[in-house]
């Protein structure tokens, strides 16, 4: 059970890197555009996430605290990527920049929370 969390905990830091990373080429490229790769990095934290704020194996002891503002963070994260693609998808623009730097700046917070908290 224990060595499964591991696993559950090690694919959640690959969804966040997923994010991260495509974020980070987006930045590094000058496009400053929301992708799909995004999406699924975002979902795959998501999903993990939830897995992982079930206390399991039993007399585990979670921080909900910091997992209630991770989620907080995910759900405004997942709002901006949303409301950018369909932004981009109307108007063949990339998103305007500060939405396009919260996203970076959001998902950098919530690892930093989930590592010094
Ligand atoms: C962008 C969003 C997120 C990032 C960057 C992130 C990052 C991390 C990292 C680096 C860890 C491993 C370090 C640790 O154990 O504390 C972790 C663990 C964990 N995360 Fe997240 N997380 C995010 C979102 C979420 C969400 C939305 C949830 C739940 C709803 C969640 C629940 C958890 C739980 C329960 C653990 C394991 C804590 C433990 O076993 O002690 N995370 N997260």
Redesign the pocket.
């Known amino acids: 059970m224990e060595v499964l969390?591991s696993v559950v905990?090690l694919l959640?830091?690959v969804g966040?890197a997923v994010m991260f990373g495509a974020w980070v080429a987006e930045a590094a490229a000058g496009r400053f555009r929301t992708t799909r790769v995004m999406d699924y990095g975002l979902l795959v934290?998501?999903v993990t996430?939830?897995a992982?704020?079930a206390p399991w194996p039993a007399g585990?002891e979670?921080n909900y605290p910091k997992?209630g503002i991770?989620?907080v963070?995910?759900v405004v994260?997942g709002a901006l990527l949303g409301m950018g693609s369909a932004r981009q998808k109307r108007t063949g623009e990339a998103v305007p920049r500060p939405m396009f730097a919260a996203v970076g700046v959001l998902?950098f917070t919530?690892?930093a929370l989930?590592?010094i908290w």
Do not use: E, M, T, W
């Open positions: 969390r905990v959640h830091i966040f934290s998501l996430g939830l992982l704020a585990i979670l997992i991770k989620l963070i995910l994260i998902a919530a690892a989930a590592v």
